[in-house]
């Protein structure tokens, strides 16, 4: 698989890159992409005949390659084959078009851990990430240790999207994962409008939660499963705390301002408010 990862000037990228280390997903190929966001053409062209419609070249900066040289060494220290992409624009849009021409499966950044919500998802890089309708993404937030297996939480609603969602994390064969807790959140806007008792709901969901961890579980992995009551954003953010979980995984629906109709109910909101990596997935 390809992954795509933003390497910024403030170091963001290194919980990102420790994440992916100890994920371990198969074959897996790095692409380090660094930005230049203030890049001035330094010298003008000459106006005469031969120089006619040509753009003055770009100088990108010393510092951006120091970087990516860094970052380059720290993935292959972490066994991550990986190449390196130099600049200049804004970092979300140069992601982006990265992640199409290349083309990644996986596009990834670090985040600070107190973020304010304009240093999060809806933030320039990560706000990018969410308008987009095809790549699937990972915000990994605050510190992430460098070694250990990998236990994460991933979030369904048992919808066909969320079997694909599921069907294309393993396919990336994560050799790193330690557990898979799959959890479902029974509220009342959820799967029907003639909504059964809570008390059915989370008879259903537990039954459908048990064939997913069984289902996971065939597959080599060792799985378990966990239910609550309320708002699934919440309810999520609030079961990744409780089982300390290292990673929450869930899918994102639809394309264009329906899928930012809908990622903003859920996937959205989880992915700004957690204070653990999140992998928001797009089959």
Known sequence: ????????AAHNYRSALALLARLRFENAELGLLHADESVTMPISLPQTPEFFGTAAPVVLSPSGRILLDI?????????LPNHAIHEAGHAGERLLT???????????????ENHSLAESIFGSVGHALSQDARHSFLIAHGAVAPVGPVRCLFATDHSPF????LEKFLAWKPGGIKEIIVFSAAHSGSR???????????????????????????????ATFRLRQGHPAAAILEAAEETQVDLIVLGARGHGWMERLLLGSVASEVASKAKLPVLVLRP
Do not use: F, T
Not at 71 to 79: G, P, Q, S, Y
Not at 98 to 112: M, N
Not at 193 to 222: F, N, T, V, Y
């Open 162 to 165: 969320a079997d694909q969602a």
């Open 71 to 79: 970052a380059a060494w720290e993935a292959r220290a972490a066994n």
């Open 192 to 222: 029907s409008h003639a909504a059964p008792s809570a008390e059915c709901q989370l008879a259903e969901l537990g039954k459908e939660c048990a064939d997913m961890a069984q289902a996971i579980e065939r597959r080599g992995i060792p």
């Open 98 to 112: 990265e992640a199409y021409r290349w083309p990644a499966d996986l596009v990834a950044i670090g985040s600070r």
């Open 1 to 8: 698989m390809k992954v795509l990862l933003g390497v910024d």
